[in-house]
């Protein structure tokens, strides 16, 4: 059994009762513990976690919470060198005066206790401007759960201060990248959002590309070539025990797998003398429907949120193009009329946006646009980007980046992330090249 | 009659000129045992080049195939896998997509020339098996081929 | 397009019973004609789609363009002197209580003016929700039904406007929500139950302007209505 994935806390999150202290002397004009995202533009809100109390792990739990925030770029962590109150009581309101004149808008305090074998951690978000308590949350688990549960509490600050659905309880799926280009071994590798637990899903014996989640997390589907050679086929792993089906079983090849938005079917693409076509398969009973059938490529197929809907892209027009069409076929219609192809179209957990591939004019963009194709804005272009994935909030994005190859040597293959608007770009670090980024679900609690 | 056939064949000569001014595989003679792997990679020529986004055989790659049919046929004893590949510039699933198209259009000519169509396999590699590595137009234009491998 | 022409003039080549016999029975040729065919196909269903596309771009705007002509003919009719962009016909409301009312009904409607009919649909529906009372809660809910109507979405469109019959009957919308909802319900092929709406209006509506009674009238009429 994988303890990573067996999580017994949060389902017995408990909240504490919020600290009712009344407002201190009128608010100065000092940053607020909230942030409008529909703004245009707004200043990240500066913020202060203490280390937590009551065993060491604290330390680490409040590295990771600082790390969550700052790199979602709505926050600024303010350096702990900086803090003037020390031995902060985890209990106690803050000197609300000694946090407010190093201009933080928030300090989170928390404390780590053992509880039988398992730890239970509680933190606080105190609203400076406000002098009062923002959120609270208690959980318990098991050790070395610890960075889950950092990412939980770094979810609960966002939440709280945003008013959005955090993302840092989630994990990336991705190809890792080794070797000579005309020899590249790529692998699936699975980590968590901030890069931490990286682990290889496949072996690298032969090509694996495009991973994709299951909505529990539980297993994940991709395209793999066989041995000596042999077709590339969508298989379905499971994540824990690393079993793997070969889903794909028709003589032709079969890849662009995704799962439905409720898990029990996969849709996909499959070739015969050549062409490719667009098909659902039932996961459990393992049926086939072609939903697709033109003489042109129909592939990068995705549902949308609510599942009734596929987009997907096909050159039936002489050139790449998104359509979206019913989750049981038929009513297809194209939605995208913009100068260029468009690519790999995903529709976002929210279901306002499909995020796309662009290629035009000899470079590469990532891209947003409306459900109906109209309202397309560009938020990310260079030589070679890819395969944007959404978080689940549908506020944030990643893709892959490729430099160009120089004198026979392969240029360096790095996962980004960006958020809706195109703000705040970051590369996301991993052991080796990177690409085809996935991004799970929030980890089921 | 006699004008549309006139016609007819300036717009055929049109069409092979549009068609006809991209390199071709040329042959070189060496001394490889005759009927070898060797033998058919350079005096026959193992691949063929498409233009960008496009998997019709050009009229350079004719010859080129023409050359691969009468050979194959020549030695039977071969099993034989055309490869698709692509260029770097286009997304990773439909480059699969493409690359399997090209191998498939090469493949068809081959069959359509006599070659047993029970020999003859195909497999995309898309994007993930460039050769030569750059990224420069000459590259590119090198990687969107199909490659007839023998077994 | 001079393109096309070319492959056409091709296959016309190939297809020539003199000129080719021993060519059309070649596979490679035959193999070339079906691709130049497919290609074709290509060609032109992307050309089909570009037109569809153009098509629906210019029927939004002719629709924009006639609502905003109805309203600005209707307001001549009035003799009212307010006459501008369409939803400066606002009703008097105490600005002070509503202005946040106000500038949501305006952000709704320049939406639908840039045919955001998505952010449009949504802006009249949270206006709705917040300020059912409101004065301009009349014409939002007519906008509703239009934002609907412009993307052809006429079961939706039916509701909406069926709803603001009900909902605002007396509102200085109603007459134009009743014709729409009549409109609609002929685009839904429910002829007879269009034609009954269209015959309330003289009841419900005495004083609506002679273009109304006329686009009534019209309407009766291309209904068949008796």
């Known amino acids: ?445 | 009659m006699r004008m549309i056939k006139a016609l007819a064949a300036i717009a055929a000569t049109i069409f092979m000129a549009a068609c006809s001014d991209q390199q071709a595989a040329a042959p070189a003679t060496t001394t490889v045992t005759p009927g070898s792997v060797a033998d058919f990679r350079q005096n026959v020529g193992d691949r063929v080049f498409f233009d960008t986004d496009k998997s019709n055989i050009r009229e350079d790659a004719r010859t080129t195939l023409g050359r691969q049919a009468e050979w194959l046929k020549k030695y039977p004893n071969y099993q034989i896998t055309i490869e698709g590949h692509c260029d770097e510039r286009g997304t990773r699933e439909y480059n699969l997509a493409l690359g399997e198209r090209r191998a498939n259009a090469a493949r068809q000519y081959l069959v359509a020339q006599g070659v047993p169509a029970a020999r003859l396999k195909t497999i995309s590699y898309g994007k993930e098996r460039p050769d030569p590595v750059g990224s420069d137009e000459a590259a590119w234009a090198r990687n969107r081929r199909a490659v007839t491998a023998l077994q | 397009m001079k393109q096309l022409q070319f492959r056409f003039l091709i296959i016309i080549a190939l297809a020539l019973p003199s000129a080719a016999a021993a060519q059309r029975l070649d596979p490679v040729h035959v193999e070339d004609r079906f691709n130049q065919l497919q290609q074709s196909i290509t060609v032109l269903t992307g050309q089909i789609e570009q037109l569809q596309y153009r098509n629906q771009q210019l029927q939004q705007q002719l629709e924009k363009m006639q609502a905003d002509y109805e309203f600005r003919l209707e307001q001549l009719e009035k003799g009212g002197s307010r006459a501008g962009t369409a939803p400066a016909a606002r009703p008097r409301t105490p600005a002070a209580a509503h202005g946040n009312a106000d500038q949501a009904y305006h952000d709704a409607f320049k939406k639908l003016q840039d045919g955001d009919y998505a952010g449009a649909e949504n802006g009249f529906k949270t206006f709705l929700q917040r300020f059912p009372q409101h004065a301009l809660a009349g014409n939002a809910q007519y906008w509703l039904g239009e934002t609907f109507y412009a993307r052809r979405d006429y079961n939706n469109a039916m509701t909406a406007f069926a709803e603001g019959y009900k909902a605002y009957k007396s509102s200085p919308k109603g007459p134009d929500n009743l014709l729409k909802l009549g409109i609609t319900l002929a685009n839904l092929g429910r002829k007879p139950d269009a034609c009954a709406i269209f015959a309330r209006f003289k009841q419900d509506y005495p004083r609506a302007t002679d273009l109304q009674k006329r686009r009534i009238e019209q309407e009766r009429q291309k209904d068949g209505c008796s």
């Open chain 1, 1 to 445: 059994m994988n303890t990573r994935f067996d999580m017994m806390l949060p389902r017995r999150h408990t909240i504490l009762g919020g600290v009712a202290l009344a407002a201190g002397a009128a608010a100065p004009a000092h940053a607020q513990l909230t942030i409008d995202m529909t703004r245009p533009s707004f200043e990240p809100v500066p913020i202060a976690i203490v280390d937590f109390k009551g065993d060491k792990v604290g330390a680490d739990i409040a590295g990771v919470v600082r790390n969550d925030l700052q790199n979602s770029g709505l926050f600024r962590s303010i350096s702990p060198s900086a803090f003037i109150q020390q031995n902060i009581d985890p209990n106690a309101p803050p000197r609300f005066q000694d946090w407010r004149s190093i201009g933080a808008a928030g300090v989170v305090v928390g404390q780590v206790a053992q509880a039988g074998g398992n730890i239970k951690v509680d933190f606080r978000l105190w609203d400076v401007v406000a002098g009062s308590q923002a959120t609270g949350l208690s959980f318990t688990s098991q050790p070395n759960n610890w960075r889950r549960l950092a990412h939980i509490i770094a979810d609960a600050i966002y939440k709280r201060v945003t008013g959005e659905e955090g993302y840092f309880d989630t994990r990336v799926a991705y190809v890792s990248e080794t070797g000579p280009l005309s020899a590249r071994v790529k692998r699936i590798a699975i980590m968590d959002q901030d890069g931490a637990n990286n682990r290889y899903i496949t072996d690298g014996r032969t090509i694996a590309l495009t991973p994709r989640f299951s909505p529990t997390l539980q297993e994940i589907v991709y395209m793999a070539y066989g041995e000596n050679n042999g077709q590339p086929r969508v298989y379905l792993q499971s994540v824990d025990s690393g079993r793997r089906e070969l889903l794909g079983n028709f003589p032709g090849m079969s890849f662009a797998p995704r799962f439905s938005p409720d898990g029990t079917k996969v849709v996909m693409s499959i070739s015969a003398d050549g062409n490719s076509d667009i098909y659902e398969m039932d996961v459990r009973g393992r049926a086939l429907r072609r939903l697709t059938n033109t003489p042109a490529i129909d592939t990068s197929p995705c549902y949308s949120n609510d599942g009734t809907q596929i987009v997907f892209n096909s050159d039936r027009g002489g050139s790449q193009q998104l359509y979206v069409m019913s989750a049981s076929g038929g009513n297809e219609r194209r939605i995208s009329f913009g100068q260029g192809r468009y690519a790999t179209p995903v529709w976002s957990p929210r279901g306002d946006h499909i995020a796309f591939t662009k290629i035009s004019g000899g470079t590469f963009g990532i891209g947003v646009m409306r459900t109906d194709g109209s309202g397309e804005r560009m938020l990310a272009s260079g030589f070679l980007v890819e395969g944007p994935t959404w978080a689940p909030n549908g506020r944030v994005l990643m893709f892959f980046r490729q430099q160009p190859n120089s004198g026979g040597r392969a240029g360096s293959v790095t996962l980004h992330q960006i958020d809706i608007t195109g703000r705040f770009e970051r590369q996301v670090p991993t052991p080796t090249d990177a690409s085809d980024p996935a991004w799970s679900p929030l980890i089921p609690q």
